[in-house]
């Protein structure tokens, strides 16, 4: 059964650990990463945080990044397409051994975050023995199983995902709105406030699930 991680790792274990820890602020967010052959990948990754300039010098400066190449600017925040070439044993081994799909990864401060899925929980367990072996300190967050159910997907309880997907059909989103959490309540037999609770955590789990990505504790 597809299982989903989210984990953390140190910058110095992973990329570009000295454009975050050399830029206060910067924010990296990984929109795809493919493997580059032999010792290397080529991520697509979003950088806020600092001027252009600013980042550009930082990540002229990693060794663990070359042939940088910007392919969107967006005034305050840049897409790049780079190689990485140091520090992504844990990554490649991913990729290539075990079959994960790195769904994103966000790089603040001193580490990064991951979102990864991996076909089934052998091949996590192989991944977990192989950054003890190796002494990278990949910290697992959280495991989602996906079991078939939609509301896996996104982080939801069987619950919360038939309450928002009725919510959104019945019109609650619309403007000018057709139907009302009360209503809802009456349809699914629960009270109002439960309602209430029921789509706000609902629509909060969604949200942080794919939009928040990275330490949304921290900011």
């Not at 790792?9 to 032999?38: K, Y």
């Not at 990540?59 to 897409?79: C, G, I, N, Q, V």
């Not at 991951?114 to 002494?135: K, N, W």
């Amino acid at each position: 059964m597809a299982t989903i991680v989210r984990g953390t790792i140190p910058a110095d274990e992973f990329a570009l650990s000295r454009a975050v820890t050399s830029v206060p602020g910067l924010e990296l967010e990984i929109e795809r990463v493919v493997d580059a052959g032999g010792e290397r990948v080529m991520p697509l990754l979003w950088v806020r945080g600092a001027t252009r300039e600013r980042v550009e010098s930082a990540l002229d400066a990693d060794p663990s990044t070359e042939r940088t190449e910007l392919l969107a600017d967006l005034d305050d925040e840049w897409l790049y397409r780079m190689e990485w070439v140091d520090h992504v044993e844990l990554l490649l081994r991913m990729i290539t051994t075990h079959d994960a799909t790195v769904l994103d990864a966000y790089g603040k401060g001193d580490r990064w975050q991951l979102r990864v899925i991996y076909p089934d929980r052998d091949e996590l367990s192989a991944m977990q023995a192989f950054c003890t072996d190796h002494g990278l300190s990949f910290s697992v967050e959280s495991v989602r199983e996906m079991d078939g159910v939609p509301a896996g997907r996104y982080g939801l309880t069987t619950e919360q995902f038939a309450a928002l997907t009725t919510a959104a059909e019945r019109g609650l989103f619309a403007v000018p709105r057709r139907t009302t959490l009360g209503e809802l309540a009456e349809e699914f037999d629960v009270s109002h406030q439960a309602m209430s609770e029921r789509v706000r955590r609902a629509t909060g789990a969604l949200v942080e699930d794919t939009l928040l990505i990275g330490m949304t504790d921290d900011g």
